[in-house]
Structure formats: structure tokens, C-alpha cells
């Protein structure tokens, strides 16, 4: 047997080993489950439902203060919004912008199915301390905040492959990758 024939035959046999291996531990997770008293599922219900129970809460929590839906703020109520809200999107934008506009359409869409994150549109020439503190020099901007900080500010379409023509997959992509919206919420 060839060097070529020698290792062919070593990596035939390390995937069978992990191939057996993986056998027995699932083996084992089904004997295990095979094992479970009456008393243990009920456990496991009670537990399942507990932690139903307590995402539910939360979610309430959170559309009690404004999440799950995509509002207007005042600057002045810029940093009491942002201290209600563990992660945010600030939409800053100016009426009769179009590609403001576009970025709006996205914005109502994700607010609905991310309800774990609150956005929230200002009207950037009502604001010129947050536009100046934030450095918001273009319109759109998003300014993605998380745990009170900073995380990112998206300027304009020029994040995006499809520049203007963004969708709205595309730009959840993004939020994601920052960390403002996670898909379990």
C-alpha cells in the first residue's frame, strides 16, 4: 500500500471513529430521554413554561415603552428613550428626503418582527445638539445603540451592496451584524 493509499485509509478510519462516537452519544441522549420519569417531564414542562412565561413578560415590558412600533421622538426625549431600551435604532431624517422616505418603509418592517429593539425617527433639523454630538452629516443616518453606547452609525445606502436600492433584508443583515437586533425577538 502507497503513502496516497496509507492516508486515504487513516481518514477513513478517524471518520468512522467520529462517526461511531457521535452514534453512541446520541445512543446515550435516547436512553436518557427513554429513561425520564413522569415526574422528570413534568419538570420539564413546568420549566418550559416558566421561561414562556417570563419572554412573554418582557415582551410586554418592552411595547409597554414603545418597542414593536417605529415613532416619532423629540430630542429632548432622546435620552430618556434610550435609557428605557437596551437596544435602539435612530432614524435620522428630514421630511421630503426620498431616500429618507425608502429607509422609512424598511424601518416600519423591521420594527414590527425585531419588538426586542426600539426604533425610533428624529427629525434631524429639529435636533442640532444629537446631530452634532452623533456627527450626523448626512440624511439618512441610523445611529444603532446598544447598552446605552454607540455601537455604529450607518451614513446613507453606502453600507449597502444595492446602495439606494437596499432591501429590507439587506439592511436587517446589517443591524444584526451590529448587534441592534437579534433574531429570537
Known amino acids: 500500500m502507497g503513502y496516497y493509499e496509507k492516508n486515504v485509509q487513516l481518514l477513513n478510519d478517524v471518520l468512522i471513529r467520529a462517526a461511531e462516537d457521535q452514534e453512541a452519544e446520541i445512543d446515550a441522549e435516547i436512553a436518557r430521554l427513554d429513561a425520564l420519569k413522569e415526574d422528570d417531564l413534568e419538570e420539564l414542562r413546568r420549566k418550559r413554561l416558566e421561561q414562556m412565561k417570563s419572554v412573554q413578560a418582557d ?12 415613532t416619532m421622538i423629540e430630542e429632548k426625549d432622546f435620552f430618556d428613550v434610550a435609557k428605557k431600551s437596551e ?20 424601518l416600519r418592517q423591521l420594527c414590527q ?8 425617527k428624529i427629525n434631524a433639523e429639529k435636533a442640532p445638539y444629537l446631530a452634532e454630538r452623533l456627527h450626523i452629516w448626512c440624511l439618512p443616518s ?8 454607540t455601537e455604529h452609525t450607518i451614513v446613507g445606502f453606502s453600507e449597502f451592496k444595492t446602495g439606494d436600492e437596499v432591501t429590507t433584508d439587506e439592511l436587517e443583515e446589517n443591524l444584526a451584524k451590529w448587534g441592534v437586533i437579534k433574531y429570537d425577538c
Not at 87 to 102: A, D, Y
Not at 113 to 120: L, S
Not at 142 to 149: F, M, N, P
Request: glycine share 8%; with cysteine; hydrophobic share 40%.
Open 142 to 149: 441610523l445611529v444603532l445603540c446598544v447598552d446605552g453606547k
Open 113 to 120: 418582527k425585531h419588538w426586542g429593539t426600539r426604533f425610533v
Open 87 to 106: 437596544r435602539i435604532v435612530v432614524h435620522f431624517w428630514r421630511e421630503s428626503t426620498w431616500r429618507c422616505e425608502v429607509m422609512d418603509k424598511h
Open 59 to 70: 415582551k410586554m415590558k418592552k411595547l409597554a415603552v414603545g418597542h414593536g412600533e417605529y
